[in-house]
């Protein structure tokens, strides 16, 4: 399995829901991260675990909460978000936070996050 | 401030033409370099990467070229085809070590005609 699963590929959610996104990965990889992509702009880093630690977290306000249950899932749970806040929430894994040299990330297809 | 730049957004080439794709970038901290492709719907995906150590890395159709002094880098896919139209993502990384964070540029869509 060389998969990055990321569900659900749509999510639709009003300002007052909360809802979760879920990522999972078997390839036996101990940092997983959560990027923000808008459109026509590059992916932007949100958040990265390693060994289930969180070990950066790049100032994202606290309506998006991590959680990395452990080593193969990664989830990020979302309480009162704003519009602005749609985008494509992608996940990625890597072997260990010094790895990217031979493997670069692996990538998830996305959750496309539509606030209304 | 964008650290990565890809100044061309867009670049449209004939199938069996090489493919040239740039990248600059400001951050003389950054020692290594990755290349992905993204198609729609889809995440990106890592085609090939260089070290700052070394000026040339080639997989099959793609060679990635560094040129330290002028930051810059660029892409060369040849011979070019068309299930190589997609969105380029050139990024970069402080060090093999600190490879945790990677800064992305906004990206290059290839459309390669038959």
Redesign the interface.
């Given at each position: 399995d060389t998969e990055?699963t990321?569900t659900p590929k749509h999510l639709v959610m009003g300002m007052t829901n909360k809802k979760s996104l879920k990522c999972e990965q078997h390839m036996g990889h101990r940092?997983m991260?959560w990027y923000k992509q808008k459109a026509?702009?590059?992916?932007?880093?949100m958040f990265?675990y390693?060994y289930e630690k969180l070990?950066?977290n790049e100032s994202v306000p606290s309506r998006f909460s991590p959680e990395c249950p452990n080593s193969s899932l990664l989830n990020l749970h979302l309480h009162a978000l704003q519009p602005e806040d749609s985008a494509l929430y992608?996940c990625?894994s890597?072997q260990w936070?010094?790895?990217?040299?031979n493997?670069?990330?692996?990538?998830?297809?996305?959750t496309r996050l539509t606030v209304v | 401030d964008q650290q990565v730049k890809q100044n061309s957004p867009s670049l449209s080439v004939q199938e069996g033409r090489i493919s040239i794709l740039n990248c600059d970038y400001t951050n003389s901290m950054f020692d290594y370099f990755l290349w992905y492709k993204k198609y729609p719907a889809e995440g990106p995906t890592f085609l090939i990467s260089i070290s700052s150590i070394k000026d040339k890395n080639e997989d099959g159709r793609f060679t990635v070229f560094l040129n330290k002094s002028a930051k810059h880098l660029s892409l060369h896919i040849v011979p070019s085809q068309p299930g190589d139209s997609a969105v380029y993502f050139c990024a970069a990384s402080e060090g093999e070590t600190s490879g945790s964070r990677l800064t992305f540029g906004e990206g290059t869509q290839l459309t390669v005609n038959p």
């Open positions: 990055v990321q940092a991260y026509k702009k590059p992916p932007e880093l990265v390693s070990s950066i992608l990625a890597s936070t010094g790895a990217i040299s493997y670069g990330y692996t990538f998830g297809s996305g | -």
